[in-house]
């Protein structure tokens, strides 16, 4: 069995977990920010037909990745396209990070809920049919920053 590291006040007494919560917190809002995201919950695409599309833009510069996602023909290439715009707008207007030296860092669609519908057969029986949904999550990062980080870091 491991033990926790619970930070203790000068007395030897417990921080309370609720002034725990808030050191970790401004411990991790005095964190330089190097990235935001953006996400699109309950789309009505399925989650596989809207990974390929993710995948091509996964690792990718943000002016790559848009100029991918314009030409695609696919659904999915539209939903994906607002969702970048909305983490790279996200960058800019709320962490001040240059657009140019966006990348996509992270990508991915998870599972959404299911809409269950019956579907009448013959004598009498019924299959069901399921409408699935999407969350579809776009990271952006600055190139610059994290290599200042890296460099600072060693």
Do not use: C
Not at 2 to 16: A, M, N, Q
Not at 96 to 116: C, F, I, Q, T
């Amino acid at each position: 069995m491991y033990k926790v590291l619970v930070p203790r006040r000068e007395d030897g007494k417990r921080v309370k977990r609720s002034i725990y919560h808030k050191m970790k917190k401004e411990e991790g809002a005095k964190a330089p920010k190097i990235g935001a995201r953006a996400v699109a919950r309950f789309v009505r695409i399925s989650p596989r037909k809207a990974r390929s599309t993710v995948n091509a833009i996964r690792g990718r510069d943000v002016s790559d990745a848009f100029a991918i996602l314009t030409f695609s023909p696919k659904k999915a290439a539209r939903i994906v396209y607002k969702v970048l715009q909305s983490a790279v707008a996200n960058a800019v207007n709320n962490f001040g990070l240059n657009e140019d030296n966006l990348y996509v860092a992270e990508a991915y669609v998870n599972d959404g809920p299911r809409l269950k519908r019956l579907w009448p057969r013959g004598r009498g029986r019924a299959d069901i049919i399921q409408h699935r949904y999407s969350h579809i999550t776009v990271i952006v990062r600055d190139r610059e920053k994290e290599r200042e980080l890296q460099k600072g870091e060693r």
